[in-house]
């Protein structure tokens, strides 16, 4: 979880600090208001898929990059809708007798989340807003080769859910950041051919560390 520890140590190096600026957002006596704020995020998801994305990469730890908008009503309920990105070109692989073997053959898979949550913000007047939310999403998933044979490349998408756990930090009145885990699970992708199905691999998702920078109230 590289990117999120170095983001999380900046983090807590640049809390103090806002605490000290006069255009920080007022106490826990000021009126709560609904609010619409864009966001970007970047992921270190740990794949379900482990043997499956070892045999392709290397690494079963990936990140993804992306952003969206939420949309915070009163009672601090949000909604959220984000999309984010993974592109990587590894090789292609099989298993043999429990073995993974690589083949030397180029292999670039995209996967393309687009997902929809909704959840809570407890303590929404406060500097520290702890949240909770669970979602759907279509989760896309692109395998091309150069030597592939008929049939060989993958385009498809399929439906997953999530849970979301984290903090946000307002860091000034119109800039916020977040620290969270997510869990996905994603079937009906993986584990029909190739290492996922040897492997008996079919959960596309994982457990996600991902940093959240947001703009607005």
Request: charged share 15%; with cysteine.
């Amino acid at each position: 979880m590289r990117i999120v520890t170095a983001c999380l140590l900046a983090l807590l190096v640049s809390a103090p600090l806002a605490a000290q600026s006069s255009a920080d957002p007022a106490g826990p006596d000021e009126p709560y208001a609904a609010s619409a704020r864009l966001f970007f995020l970047a992921t270190d998801q740990n794949f379900a898929a482990k043997t499956t994305l070892n045999a392709a990469f290397g690494k079963s730890v990936e990140p993804f990059f992306g952003g969206g908008i939420q949309v915070v009503i009163a009672q601090g309920v949000f909604i959220e809708f984000g999309v984010s990105r993974f592109k990587k070109t590894g090789q292609r692989a099989f298993i043999n007798n429990g073995q993974t073997f690589q083949l030397g053959i180029p292999l670039t898979a995209t996967i393309t989340p687009l997902e929809l949550s909704g959840g809570y913000r407890f303590f929404a007047s406060s500097r520290f807003i702890p949240y909770a939310g669970a979602g759907i999403g279509r989760y896309g998933y692109r395998e091309e080769s150069d030597f592939a044979a008929a049939g060989d490349n993958v385009d498809t998408h399929h439906a997953g859910y999530l849970a979301v756990g984290g903090v946000e930090i307002r860091l000034h009145r119109w800039v916020g950041v977040a620290v969270d885990a997510q869990y996905t699970h994603i079937t009906g992708i993986l584990g029909t051919s190739g290492v996922s199905k040897d492997a008996g691999e079919s959960d596309l998702g994982g457990v996600a560390g991902r940093f959240k920078v947001l703009i607005g109230r």
